[in-house]
């Protein structure tokens, strides 16, 4: 290809390794002088963080091992594979920082733009070569001569400045998305909590806070709640109460799919991006779902266990394994608002007081999880404060469907320009015309 020239990234960088020292070397010699100490969970995402951060003497850091702007550093040794290799940008020129002994810092050459090599050091590609390095081998470690000869095609050094500018212009718009998502997530929170404690009204407002109308609002054994709602234990809405299936398996041309309790989450939401199918033979007819049904995770770590959600449409081809329970309602409980109570940070709580067993594995059973009271408006007012919640969660849902997007066009696109198979100038002058100021 024009102007590219074939190399390694040893000609555009060279590593350094981390600082090693004992803990003798700590305590016997207090000196005023410190450096930050970066380690490799200081590295996500292509950045480095300084979070959880630990100050050494600066005496035991030579003067290469102290990182410099747009320096990279590099996880060189991990328990899992994945993570070796995995870099960020060292994005900070004040305090002096290094890395530690699992990692090395790689410090671009003068004739290399420093957000080239970072780039490169996330490519696909690289992840390749060090997979190659990698295989069969017991202990993941990497020497900085692994990374120095991952083999690649180098452009002019104003071509590279121009491929780094265009990801950095994606990795800008994927954090303003991020950031908007977590704005969203927020405002929906405090939305969630009003409604679940105020509800709406006939009106279709959010009634006042007990403080600006307390004649709205009474007493009950969870506190204060609208004077129209009552507290209902869940055994006294249920009409039906099913574990699901414990058989597995499936013909590869099955496509009856399995929810199980890694595909539950927090906050009534269910991921099925991660589902397995299971033959249609190994299920009983009962076992399949239908809009509204509650599912809920008996079973679990401790921090996990009691996760609930609904299920939203048919589910003729849906059904759920034996660590989730099934829970129906009669006509005055709306699933789908009950499970978003037992999601939410205020029924979350309630549930984790049921949870027995050990530190490692803990249970619920429905003994104790039908005599919870839920404070419960009636089926009108659960479909008005539904819609309210379901319109929140949309804004949320369009704004990660345009962030995975943005992933996907961001990780071709790398591929194409890193290895030149797209040249740089006519894509530089589209996203220039297309950023927003």
């Given at each position: 290809?024009?102007?590219?020239?074939?190399?390694s990234?040893?000609?555009?960088?060279?590593?350094?390794r981390?600082?090693?020292?004992?803990?003798?070397?700590?305590?016997?010699?207090?000196?005023?002088?410190?450096?930050?100490?970066l380690?490799?969970?200081?590295?996500r995402?292509?950045k480095?963080?300084?979070e959880?951060?630990q100050?050494?003497?600066?005496?035991?850091?030579?003067?290469d091992?102290?990182?410099?702007?747009?320096?990279?550093?590099?996880?060189?040794?991990?328990?899992s594979?994945?993570?070796v290799g995995k870099?960020?940008?060292?994005?900070?020129?004040?305090?002096?920082c290094?890395?530690?002994a699992?990692?090395?810092?790689f410090?671009?050459?003068p004739h290399?733009?420093?957000?080239?090599?970072?780039?490169?050091?996330?490519?696909?590609?690289?992840r390749r070569?060090?997979?190659?390095?990698?295989?069969?081998?017991?202990?993941?470690?990497?020497k900085n001569?692994?990374?120095?000869?991952?083999p690649?095609?180098?452009?002019?050094?104003?071509?590279?400045?121009?491929?780094a500018?265009?990801?950095?212009?994606?990795d800008?718009?994927?954090?303003?998305?991020?950031?908007?998502?977590a704005?969203?997530?927020?405002v929906k929170?405090?939305?969630l909590?009003?409604?679940?404690?105020r509800?709406i009204?006939?009106?279709?407002?959010?009634r006042?806070?007990?403080?600006?109308a307390?004649?709205?609002y009474k007493?009950?054994?969870?506190?204060?709640?609208p004077?129209e709602?009552?507290c209902?234990?869940?055994?006294?809405?249920?009409?039906?109460?099913?574990?699901g299936?414990?058989?597995?398996?499936?013909e590869?041309?099955?496509?009856?799919k399995?929810?199980?309790?890694?595909?539950?989450?927090?906050?009534?939401t269910?991921?099925?991006?991660?589902?397995?199918?299971?033959?249609a033979s190994k299920?009983?007819?009962?076992?399949?779902?239908?809009?509204?049904?509650?599912?809920?995770?008996?079973?679990?770590?401790?921090?996990?266990v009691?996760?609930?959600?609904?299920?939203?449409?048919?589910?003729?081809?849906?059904?759920?394994?034996n660590n989730?329970?099934?829970?129906?309602?009669?006509?005055?409980?709306?699933?789908?608002?009950?499970?978003?109570?037992?999601?939410?940070s205020?029924?979350?709580?309630r549930?984790g007081?049921?949870a027995?067993g050990?530190?490692?594995?803990?249970?619920i059973y429905?003994?104790?999880?039908?005599?919870l009271?839920?404070?419960m408006?009636?089926?009108r007012?659960?479909?008005?404060?539904?819609?309210?919640?379901?319109?929140?969660?949309?804004?949320?849902?369009?704004?990660?469907d345009?962030?995975?997007?943005?992933?996907?066009?961001?990780?071709?696109?790398?591929?194409?320009?890193?290895?030149?198979?797209?040249?740089?100038?006519p894509?530089?002058?589209?996203?220039?015309?297309t950023?927003?100021?």
């Open positions: 290809m024009f102007e590219w020239e074939h190399g990234l040893g000609e555009l960088a060279y590593g350094v981390g600082v090693s020292y004992t803990p003798n070397q700590l305590q016997s010699f207090m000196s005023p002088e410190t450096v930050i100490l380690r490799s969970n200081n590295i995402g292509g480095v963080n300084f959880n951060i100050l050494i003497p600066s005496h035991i850091v030579s003067k091992q102290l990182a410099q702007h747009k320096d990279i550093a590099v996880c060189m040794s991990n328990g594979k994945a993570l870099s960020g940008r060292i994005e900070r020129k004040e305090a002096p290094t890395v530690g699992f990692c090395s810092i410090r671009p050459l290399a733009d420093g957000k080239f090599v970072s780039y490169l050091l996330q490519s696909n590609a690289y070569h060090l997979d190659i390095i990698l295989a069969g081998s017991a202990i993941n470690n990497l001569s692994d990374v120095e000869a991952f690649l095609e180098i452009p002019p050094k104003e071509e590279q400045r121009l491929i500018h265009i990801l950095d212009t994606l800008t718009q994927i954090q303003k998305t991020e950031a908007l998502i704005k969203l997530e927020k929170e405090g939305l909590h009003d409604l679940l404690t509800g009204d006939e009106h279709g407002q959010l006042p806070s007990p403080e600006q307390p004649a709205l007493g009950s054994r969870l506190g204060l709640i004077r709602w009552e209902i234990a869940i055994d006294e809405m249920a009409i039906s109460t099913t574990l299936t414990a058989n597995r398996g499936a590869s041309s099955s496509k009856i399995l929810i199980k309790m890694g595909n539950l989450n927090w906050e009534n269910l991921s099925l991006a991660n589902i397995e199918n299971i033959s299920v009983q007819k009962n076992l399949f779902l239908h809009d509204a049904d509650l599912l809920f995770n008996t079973r679990n770590t401790p921090e996990l009691g996760k609930t959600c609904s299920w939203k449409g048919e589910g003729s081809l849906f059904t759920f394994d989730i329970l099934r829970i129906r309602f009669s006509e005055i409980a709306n699933g789908h608002f009950v499970a978003t109570y037992m999601g939410a205020l029924g979350k709580k549930i007081q049921l027995t050990t530190t490692s594995v803990a249970a429905w003994r104790s999880l039908a005599k009271e839920i404070p408006p009636n089926p007012e659960q479909q008005r404060i539904m819609k309210k919640v379901s319109s929140a969660q949309n804004n949320v849902d369009i704004l990660n345009n962030l995975t997007s943005l992933y996907r066009f961001k990780s071709g696109i790398m591929d194409d320009l890193l290895t030149g198979r797209v040249r740089v100038t894509l530089l002058e589209k996203v220039q015309a950023t927003p100021a």
